[in-house]
């Protein structure tokens, strides 16, 4: 983009238009992956819905490539295109709560801490992800799921309307009963169908939760795995629980003879009494004894900051994903001989439970085709030190090839990698993938936002 074409830009729209020229170039460019390194030719930092109509106007007006980034977590860093336009929502970051009705209207710029900070004053909540930083756009249009998902479902099951700026720079409502085949599309369909400048979600009672981490040494890990995949699906909705393999960090809760110990265990949250916590957790010393059980009740926005501190903005960082109806002996073993080989002190892996409140919603209500999926898996290679980005990805990569034959296939699209390639994203969208093609197609039929795990437009 020349000098004059970025001057036309910033008389069109009211936010600040950044170029490499300009200081603040370097920090608008910078998102939560600094295996990320792309140089757009301007970011456009909108702050309201008419720029975002502007910005798209020009793009397409332009023929210039797009992204569109909210809070700038992706892992494969969608949310910048080289020598494109970054159409950057971060300011549009306010949130309203109606606790009559329960409900949010929060701006496509959100971040979940936002969210979450704004309905807690109401003892509220809607299911939305692990850590405060996350843009709530990001991760509510590839599904999102948390620490709520067992007692309430995915982030797209509490959403109930959106503002979308289209390819062609209109804008439109889509909900039950606007736009429907939009507001379907939007449920898990990723970033293809437009930009959207506001959610409404319903919202939930909740305020304090009982919130436990258990650890284990590796030595059990076979016995914890095979304990946690029978427990936690017979367990109430109310009781969510991660499994983790880590590093333990060098800090509280955690006692001095731990630190630095390569462990596996469970981040559990409840929505249920606090005080009942210990007892719903009894059972945790039946694969073994824990060498670390702590409960706790702990407000839920307090909860959602807990690994802020600890994975902040700026690592090195390379991800992919899996869907598992069952945790498979064979797959124990890949888990068990990647966990006694974490490359670096911040890798770890995840397996996030889908099921219970998730898995009862019909599996053609919402793009999200994974409803039989009990858990969602991550696995992060993840390191401060660039020189190290290889060694977490090649492990990231050797691990997802082993623990492959024994998922469902696809993917949360939020987890998948870089350069997986379209077959993956088929296989995320399963039979669903057709129908998304033709809403691509009506609403997106020269493929605009395509900086994503992108849906081709069907013909």
């Not at 990320?36 to 793009?59: E, L, N, Q, T």
């Not at 439970?353 to 009862?360: F, K, L, N, Q, T």
């Not at 998948?416 to 399963?430: D, K």
Request: glycine share 12%; aromatic share 10%.
């Amino acid at each position: 983009m020349d000098g004059a074409t970025l001057e036309t830009m910033r008389t069109a729209l009211r936010g600040p238009v950044i170029g490499p020229e300009d200081p603040d170039y370097t920090q608008a460019r910078t998102i939560y992956n600094a295996m990320i390194d792309r140089r757009p030719s301007a970011v456009v930092r909108c702050s309201d819905a008419a720029d975002a109509m502007a910005a798209v106007d020009f793009v397409r007006e332009h023929g210039l490539e797009a992204a569109v980034m909210g809070g700038g977590h992706s892992g494969a860093g969608l949310c910048l295109v080289d020598d494109g336009v970054t159409i950057d929502l971060s300011p549009m970051r306010g949130v309203r709560v109606d606790p009559a009705a329960r409900t949010a209207q929060v701006g496509g710029g959100a971040q979940l801490g936002d969210l979450d900070h704004a309905a807690h004053a109401f003892g509220l909540a809607t299911p939305a992800g692990i850590m405060s930083t996350t843009g709530v756009g990001g991760l509510t249009l590839g599904g999102g799921h948390g620490h709520l998902t067992r007692a309430y479902g995915l982030t797209v099951d509490s959403l109930l309307s959106a503002d979308v700026v289209l390819a062609d720079g209109s804008f439109v409502t889509a909900s039950g009963t606007e736009n429907a085949d939009l507001f379907w599309a939007l449920r898990g369909g990723g970033g293809n169908f437009g930009i959207v400048t506001s959610f409404r979600f319903r919202l939930h009672p909740v305020d304090t939760v009982g919130v436990a981490i258990t650890l284990w040494p590796l030595d059990l890990m076979h016995e914890v795995l095979r304990w946690y995949r029978e427990f936690l699906p017979e367990a109430p909705d109310e009781l969510n629980g991660f499994f983790a393999t880590l590093t333990v960090p060098p800090g509280p809760p955690f006692p001095e003879e731990i630190h630095g110990l390569p462990m596996c265990g469970v981040v559990w949250c409840s929505t249920g009494d606090p005080d009942g916590l210990d007892e719903a957790l009894a059972a945790v010393n039946e694969p073994g004894p824990p060498a670390f059980h702590f409960t706790t009740p702990m407000p839920y926005p307090v909860l959602q900051t807990m690994f802020d501190e600890l994975i902040p903005k700026g690592l090195q960082w390379y991800w992919r994903g899996a869907f598992f109806d069952r945790i498979t002996e064979e797959a124990i073993d890949v888990h068990a001989k990647y966990a006694q080989n974490l490359p670096t002190d911040l890798t770890t892996m995840h397996l996030y439970p889908v099921d219970a409140a998730a898995g009862r919603v019909p599996p053609d209500d919402t793009a999200w085709a994974y409803r039989d999926a009990v858990w969602s898996g991550v696995i992060g290679g993840i390191d401060p030190d660039p020189a190290n980005a290889s060694a977490i990805r090649r492990w990231a990569v050797d691990y997802w090839e082993e623990l492959h034959p024994y998922s469902m296939g696809g993917a949360y699209v939020n987890f998948i990698g870089a350069g997986e390639g379209q077959e993956r994203v088929r296989a995320t969208y399963r039979d669903h993938y057709d129908r998304l093609a033709e809403i691509k197609h009506r609403y997106d039929p020269h493929n605009l936002f395509h900086a994503n795990q992108n849906i081709e437009p069907a013909g």
